[in-house]
C-alpha cells in the first residue's frame, strides 16, 4: 500500500444476539454495524478487509476477503456507508479489530484502519 493519507473516519456498534446463541454449547453471537465516514473531497471505493476477532482465552481468528458484505461500496465525499455483519464466538467476551483495503479517485490504495471494539454479552463485567 502507498503512503495515501486516509480520509475515512468509521464508527462501530454492537449488539450481543441472545436468541440465536447457544451459552450451553459456547456459542455467542453478536452482530456489529460499521459506519464508514467519507471526511475526504473524492470519492473512495473500499476493495477488500481484513478483520483480527479474538476471544477472552486468546483465540484469534482471521477474516480477509473482498468487499463487505457481498459489496464493493463507492462512498461519495462527506458521505458514509453501513453495514452490519457478525460473527460467532466461544466466549461471552472478546474484540474484532481490522482494516478495510481503499483506493481513491485516482486508483491509489490505502488501508483505513478499524480500532479495536469490544464484544460482550450485556452484564458480563456485573
Known sequence: MSQVESPIKIKVDTQYLEQQSDVADNKYLFSYTITIINLGDNKVTLKDRHWIITDADGEQNEVKGPGVVGETPTIAPNTAYQYTSGTVMETPVGFMQG????????????????????????????
Open 99 to 126: 482494516s478495510y483495503g481503499m483506493e481513491n479517485h485516482k486508483g491509489e490504495r490505502f488501508v483505513a484502519t478499524i480500532p479495536p471494539f469490544r464484544l460482550a454479552v450485556p452484564g458480563i463485567f456485573q
